[in-house]
């Protein structure tokens, strides 16, 4: 069809002589009329993208052109891509397996160098070469289980206990890191997540404006102006962090200033890095006071603190005496102290460099999870391997131990797609963007 319309050195292409994976430079004629000067690949089965025959085509940037080719396409007999579908067709065809089909959806919405190099990661093949080598594992051990109770009236163990307790603990170890991670593959694929706390007026929304460089949050003297959580995200040195404005924590009986309170709260639990902002114009008394009501709703180890002493343009060279006060008050080497203005935009770059460097972002060059749906798999194969483990410390029956084992396979099977179904499929490739 594509050969059809393109005239290569005056002539049009013959199909029989294309050669394949060559790029040729024509005209795109239709019906007598030149449309454009085109480059087009035509690619043999199975070296193509989808493992079929396939042709690509390169316009020019016109949208008329694109739409008039698409247009003369279809009255040849093509039709329109459905979402995900050039994907699926390579996945059914074996060019990749199901977590590299999804891992090139994480690829094309990439918005910052870490999500970029942990969805390359994922599509080389890493993490699915993983799976690939605990299922073979457990598969082995899972036939040696099931041939015992071809043989149970003669009482023989073809699965030595001993080596599968072995290869479970080393399993359910690499499992349980591969599950673990999704906190910070999840953070880094949606952005770290940062929660802006404190009291009222201590420079909040002023501190996300200053951040963004726009006017994101409203700013305001009257106290309770943030009533709900604002949530925008920024890219700091290849790193994607989604900073979320809170409302000011204090005692109100206002309705909806309580509920946003209530989900400072929450955004202070679910956040990896806390930044608590302080008023420098306060007391030490009083910031002392606030800085440890802010620690107390933090877990120094599973989150970051970094306390802001804001507005030090108000107390003229006093930034270092009050950081260093406090500093010392609270005696916690984990909580990091910075003083800046928000208004005036001093002392931002500290800010930056602390986000970068702080210990939640490193990550290794190690598989990192970043999909819900492998996740929710790696929970389950989890729990199916520790009831295992369990049944082979309380000896119970093969064929239970058996049946678990099956379910940890399941599981894992599901994640690269060795083990799925069609409303699976539906449902991952739905969400790919149309024509890819």
């Known amino acids: 069809m594509v050969a059809g319309l393109l005239q290569h050195k005056g002539k049009y292409l013959e199909t029989n002589d294309i050669i394949p994976s060559k790029v040729y430079h024509g005209h795109l004629i239709n019906k007598g ?44 007999g093509s039709r329109m891509a459905e979402a995900g579908e050039f994907t699926r067709r390579a996945f059914v065809n074996r060019k990749f397996d199901l977590a590299q089909a999804e891992a090139i959806a994480d690829l094309i919405s990439s918005e910052s160098e870490a999500a970029h190099r942990v969805a390359i990661n994922q599509l080389k093949g ?7 080598m605990m299922r073979s594992k ?8 099931e041939l015992e109770l071809d043989f149970s009236e003669e009482d023989v163990e073809f699965a030595d206990r001993s080596q ?13 890191r591969l599950k673990d991670s999704f906190r910070l593959g999840n953070a880094i694929k949606n952005g770290i997540p940062v929660a802006i706390v404190g009291k009222t007026n201590t420079g909040k929304s002023t501190l996300l404006n200053a951040l963004l460089g726009e006017d994101r949050a409203i700013v305001s003297d009257i106290a309770g102006t943030t ?20 409302a000011g924590l204090r005692q109100t009986d206002e309705t909806i200033e309580k509920i946003g309170i209530e989900r400072s709260y929450k955004k202070i639990r679910e956040a990896t890095i806390v930044i608590g902002m302080l008023d420098a114009s306060n007391n030490s008394e009083s910031m002392l006071s606030s800085a440890n009501e802010i620690l107390s709703k933090v877990d120094l180890e599973q989150q970051r603190l970094i306390l802001c002493i804001n507005k030090v343009d108000t107390l003229p060279d006093q930034g270092d005496v009050l950081s260093g006060r406090l500093i010392q008050d609270l005696d916690n080497d984990a909580v990091l102290v910075i003083c800046l203005s928000a208004k005036h935009k001093f002392g931002l770059n500290d800010l930056y460099n602390a986000l970068k460097n702080s210990q939640p972002l490193s990550y290794p060059d190690a598989t990192l999870v970043t999909n819900v749906r492998h996740y929710e798999a790696l929970v389950h194969a989890s729990e199916s391997l520790s009831k295992v483990e369990e049944g082979l410390e309380t000896n119970i029956p093969t064929d239970l131990v058996s049946q678990d084992l099956r379910q940890a396979l ?12 069609d409303e699976v499929l539906g449902t991952i490739f739905s969400r790919f963007c149309i024509g890819k």
């Open 33 to 76: 009329d030149l449309l454009d000067d085109v480059l087009v690949t035509f690619f043999r089965a199975p070296h193509s993208f989808t493992g079929e025959d396939s042709a690509e085509i390169s316009v020019h940037g016109s949208l008329f052109v694109q739409q008039k080719l698409l247009q003369i396409l279809i009255e040849q």
């Open 126 to 132: 890493g993490f699915s070469k993983e799976l690939q």
């Open 138 to 145: 457990l598969l082995e051990m899972t036939a040696l289980m």
């Open 164 to 176: 599968l307790k072995a290869l479970l603990q080393e399993t359910l170890s690499h499992v349980n």
């Open 227 to 246: 009533r709900d959580t604002i949530e925008e995200t920024l890219n700091v040195n290849g790193m994607l962090f989604r900073f979320i404005d809170t």
């Open 410 to 421: 399941y599981y894992l099977g599901s994640i690269t797609g060795e083990i799925t179904t």
